[in-house]
């Protein structure tokens, strides 16, 4: 195989040959037809580069493996051929302009002696595995590869999540001690964010388990111990989702309490103002009725006794609701 580009570009079609002892030399696609007899291949394909469909149509993969990793739409698992794996993974998506949730799919045809990635988008830990190779910081076989990817997926998704965090943090600190009420729509934010992605976390789970029972002699026993940490890493992420989400929804609900009690304060109170002038407004009413009969119309001093006489009975009716517990 002939050496290609030291460093291919982000996001783009590439092929390393790992010698298993801890280097890589990048190779040109049109010379990764045959699989080395020591180390392994590596081989990456992005669907927007012109190169991938070319590759596939001479690999010679089987019909169900291509269909499998070049699938529009597809889910984190593990399908076991033999002494080969379809393993499908999910990373947080960090591209500009992009949502977190929004998470970008790896498709990987892993066998003894070759790896065969699929991106539609780019991966941000997919090109840390690029780096290190160009750098020295090689794996030494396919589950070592596995092993190295499953990582640096889950040291992607830690900060992301640390973030939904302390935003629900802040939230509740706003809740509890300043008394003000946050933006519900923040909050909607972070609880469908922390819901789409454990929607990925828990089925990844799920295909990195089924990489552990699985007899793949690929596999060592040093890679099973860092896939093995690598899921305990990932269920611990997708219970701190849990969490989040279920946080989220107790502050809504103490959100929804405090707005109704604030709401019901001020209904108490617009019905006892309204309780207390109820009877001076009934009284005001018969005074002003333009009929004959009214007392008062001839004594000048009529409108001065009335008046302190609707003062003292508001005075009166204050009194007893604070004495009834109503104010």
């Given at each position: 195989?002939?050496?290609?580009?030291?460093?291919?570009?982000?996001?783009?079609?590439?092929?390393?040959?790992?010698?298993?002892?801890?280097?890589?030399?990048?190779?040109?696609l049109?010379?990764t037809?045959?699989?080395?007899d020591?180390?392994?291949?590596?081989v990456?394909l992005?669907?927007?580069?012109?190169?991938?469909?070319?590759?596939?149509?001479?690999?010679g993969?089987?019909?169900?493996?291509?269909?499998?990793?070049?699938?529009e739409?597809?889910?984190?698992?593990?399908?076991?051929?033999?002494?080969?794996?379809?393993?499908?993974?999910?990373?947080?998506?960090?591209?500009?302009?992009?949502?977190?949730?929004?998470?970008?799919?790896?498709?990987?045809?892993?066998?003894?002696?070759r790896?065969?990635?699929?991106a539609?988008?780019?991966?941000?830990?997919?090109?840390?595995?690029?780096?290190?190779?160009?750098?020295?910081?090689?794996a030494?076989?396919p589950?070592?590869?596995?092993?190295?990817?499953?990582?640096?997926?889950?040291?992607?998704?830690?900060?992301?999540?640390?973030?939904?965090?302390?935003?629900?943090?802040?939230?509740?600190?706003t809740?509890?001690?300043?008394?003000?009420?946050?933006?519900?729509?923040?909050?909607?934010?972070?609880?469908?964010?922390?819901?789409?992605?454990?929607?990925?976390?828990?089925?990844?789970r799920?295909?990195?388990?089924?990489l552990?029972?699985?007899?793949?002699?690929?596999?060592?026993?040093?890679?099973?111990?860092?896939?093995?940490?690598?899921?305990?890493?990932?269920?611990?992420?997708?219970?701190?989702?849990?969490?989040?989400?279920?946080?989220?929804?107790?502050?809504?609900?103490?959100?929804?309490?405090?707005?109704?009690?604030?709401?019901?304060?001020?209904?108490?109170i617009l019905?006892?103002?309204?309780?207390?002038?109820?009877?001076?407004?009934?009284?005001?009413?018969?005074?002003?009725?333009?009929?004959?009969?009214?007392?008062?119309?001839?004594?000048p001093?009529?409108?001065?006794?009335?008046?302190?006489?609707?003062?003292?009975?508001?005075?009166?009716?204050?009194?007893?609701?604070?004495?009834?517990?109503?104010?």
């Amino acid at each position: 195989m002939t050496t290609g580009p030291k460093h291919p570009a982000p996001h783009t079609s590439c092929a390393f040959l790992f010698d298993g002892s801890g280097g890589a030399v990048p190779v040109d696609l049109s010379e990764t037809g045959s699989v080395p007899d020591t180390g392994f291949l590596w081989v990456h394909l992005v669907r927007s580069d012109t190169a991938t469909t070319p590759w596939l149509e001479q690999a010679g993969l089987p019909p169900i493996i291509e269909a499998a990793i070049t699938a529009e739409d597809t889910r984190p698992r593990c399908t076991p051929h033999g002494n080969e794996a379809v393993v499908i993974l999910r990373g947080v998506n960090l591209n500009e302009g992009a949502r977190a949730e929004d998470m970008v799919s790896i498709r990987l045809w892993v066998s003894e002696h070759r790896v065969v990635s699929f991106a539609q988008r780019r991966l941000r830990a997919l090109e840390d595995i690029q780096e290190n190779a160009t750098n020295g910081l090689t794996a030494h076989s396919p589950g070592d590869f596995l092993g190295r990817l499953t990582q640096r997926l889950a040291d992607r998704a830690e900060p992301t999540v640390s973030e939904l965090n302390e935003q629900l943090d802040g939230i509740e600190e706003t809740l509890l001690e300043d008394g003000t009420l946050p933006d519900r729509g923040d909050l909607g934010e972070i609880r469908r964010t922390a819901i789409t992605l454990r929607r990925y976390m828990m089925p990844q789970r799920d295909a990195l388990t089924t990489l552990l029972i699985e007899d793949f002699t690929w596999l060592s026993d040093a890679d099973l111990v860092r896939l093995r940490e690598a899921t305990e890493r990932i269920t611990l992420l997708s219970e701190e989702l849990d969490a989040i989400r279920d946080r989220a929804q107790v502050v809504h609900d103490q959100i929804l309490g405090k707005r109704s009690e604030t709401m019901n304060h001020q209904m108490f109170i617009l019905s006892s103002v309204a309780a207390i002038f109820l009877p001076l407004g009934l009284i005001t009413g018969l005074l002003g009725i333009n009929v004959g009969g009214i007392p008062g119309t001839e004594n000048p001093s009529a409108f001065t006794l009335v008046t302190v006489g609707l003062v003292a009975m508001g005075g009166l009716l204050v009194w007893l609701f604070r004495k009834w517990g109503l104010l």
